[in-house]
């Protein structure tokens, strides 16, 4: 059992930036992938940015440029440095774990942007 909490999130205005993490409760070193997934309000659950136990990366188009995901393996978190935030990034952020047998999602966090 993998239990994941996210920090981080707020209100920040457009152009701002925002730091969010991912706090496992247990070793990170073996999980397979990591991700930072969103949703907004009306719409689906979008993939933002992944991270492999390899350190291999993948980001949505839309974030490409403006967000960086890390994974800090003795701490068993994994980080989101959101940058140039726009409107449209507002959304409840999850973070996930995904191991060979299951898929794990913490409770979400709010990030708003707006002026």
């Known amino acids: 059992q993998v239990q994941l909490v996210e920090f981080g999130g707020g209100l920040v205005q457009p152009g701002g930036s925002l730091r969010l993490s991912c706090a496992a409760s247990?070793?990170?070193?073996?999980?397979?992938?990591m991700g930072w997934y969103r949703q907004a309000p009306g719409k689906q659950r979008e993939l933002v940015a992944a991270?492999?136990?390899?350190?291999?990366?993948n980001y949505a188009d839309s974030v490409k440029g403006r967000f960086t995901i890390s994974r800090d393996n003795a701490k068993n978190t994994v980080y989101l440095q959101m940058n140039s935030l726009k409107p449209e990034d507002t959304a409840v952020y999850y973070c996930?774990?995904?191991?060979?047998?299951?898929?794990?999602w913490g409770q979400g966090t709010q990030v708003t942007v707006s002026s």
């Open positions: 247990v070793s990170i070193f073996s999980i397979n992938a």
């Open positions: 996930n774990a995904v191991t060979t047998i299951v898929v794990y």
């Open positions: 991270v492999t136990s390899g350190g291999s990366t």
